[in-house]
């Protein structure tokens, strides 16, 4: 099992920036890719960022024109991931979710953190 726990989300005007940071605990050498995903209201959950291998040997991906302003970064000796998010925009407002999979096929979800972008 991996638990995974977000946090660093709020309330910020147009143009700021954030970090959201999800930490994972548990069965963590089991864990092979790491990712953020967003859901607004009404709209399916989008990928943001995925991290392949998290050991270092993946690729780093990213949704539609995010990848201009938001970078996802590991700090491993913390088992965290980091969502840099900057110029954010109202149609970033969203629900951010951690997402975790195992080496083995199965995945996990954290609880989610409120980001909201007010004009």
């Known amino acids: 099992q991996v638990q995974l726990v977000e946090s660093g989300g709020g309330l910020v005007q147009a143009g700021g920036s954030l970090r959201l940071s999800c930490t994972a605990s548990?069965?963590?050498?089991?864990?092979?890719?790491m990712g953020w995903f967003r859901q607004a209201p009404g709209k399916q959950r989008d990928m943001v960022t995925m991290i392949t291998d998290i050991t270092g040997s993946g690729a780093t991906y990213y949704g539609n024109s995010l990848k201009e302003r938001f970078t996802a970064s590991t700090d491993n000796a913390k088992n965290t991931l980091y969502l840099q998010m900057g110029s954010l925009k109202p149609e970033d407002t969203a629900v951010y979710y951690c997402?975790?999979?195992?080496?083995?096929?199965?995945?996990?979800w954290g609880q989610g953190t409120q980001v909201t972008v007010s004009s």
């Open positions: 548990g069965s963590i050498d089991s864990i092979k890719a």
């Open positions: 997402h975790a999979g195992t080496r083995t096929g199965q995945t996990y």
